[in-house]
């Protein structure tokens, strides 16, 4: 069974740090692109990042860039997201999804299954 | 960037047929997504590639994308189709999710 295990969230100042984890087991970790996903209390989904199977490539929404980083680590078969300066708006449910990627024309094109329960990050002094 | 629109709520009787909409610029020439939160719950993915059910999606839901609309449609609507639904599509390098719509079952 594919399971997903968020930890490292919680209460946090505006502008500080904090670094979310992600253990996944049931399936072939390096094989997988990897997302974070995040949903504010009472909102909707919004995708933040995503890293390729061997970590070359990386991707963010422009909201993150610069302040996030995302990392992984397949001999630990561990997912990361480093938050620096972390602001009010930051505050929600973060989720680890699986990412799954194909070619379509000239870009590649990703989808999220399955997701992990998610870990809450409540930005505020 | 990339925008997808859906609308806020649909309310539908059980045992009748429930449309979700989600609307973008050309979304027709790329592929939709769909997920369904239950509250309290994580998503999970119900549609894939448009219009195909992963296993265990029971075949009274369906999708289709064309234009610039791809629809969710949920057949013969139970109580436990009660959640929200988010389409899902990916541009320039970047995942981009539809404004949520709350399914609600009278």
């Known amino acids: 069974e594919v399971q997903l295990v968020e930890s490292g969230g919680g209460l946090v100042q505006p502008g500080g740090s904090l670094r979310l984890s992600c253990a996944a087991s049931?399936?072939?970790?390096?094989?997988?692109?990897m997302s974070w996903v995040r949903q504010a209390p009472g909102k909707g989904l919004e995708w933040v990042a995503n890293?390729?199977?061997?970590?070359?490539?990386?991707y963010y929404v422009d909201s993150v860039k610069g302040r996030f980083t995302i990392s992984r680590d397949n001999a630990k078969n561990s997912l990361y997201l480093q938050m620096n300066s972390l602001r009010a708006e930051d505050t929600a449910v973060y989720y680890c999804?699986?990412?799954?990627?194909?070619?379509?024309?000239?870009?590649?094109?990703?989808?999220?299954?399955?997701w992990g329960q998610g870990t809450l990050v409540t930005v505020s002094s | 960037s990339y925008e997808l629109t859906q609308p806020p709520s649909v309310s539908v009787s059980p045992g009748q047929t429930a449309s979700i909409t989600c609307s973008g610029d050309?979304?027709?020439?790329?592929y939709a997504w769909w997920y369904q939160q239950k509250p309290g719950q994580s998503p999970v993915l119900i549609i894939?590639?448009?219009?195909k059910r992963p296993s265990g999606i029971p075949e009274r839901i369906s999708g289709s994308n064309s234009g610039n609309t791809a629809t969710l449609t949920i057949s013969g609507t139970q109580a436990m189709d009660e959640a929200d639904y988010y389409c899902?599509?990916?541009?320039?390098?970047?995942?981009?999710f539809g404004t949520g719509t709350k399914v609600t079952v009278l």
């Open positions: 999804a699986r990412d799954s990627d194909f070619w379509s024309g000239n870009q590649r094109v990703h989808w999220f299954d399955p």
């Open positions: 049931g399936f072939t970790f390096s094989s997988y692109w």
């Open positions: 890293i390729k199977q061997d970590g070359s490539e990386k």
């Open positions: 050309k979304l027709g020439d790329k």
């Open positions: 894939y590639q448009d219009n």
């Open positions: 899902q599509a990916w541009d320039s390098s970047t995942g981009v």
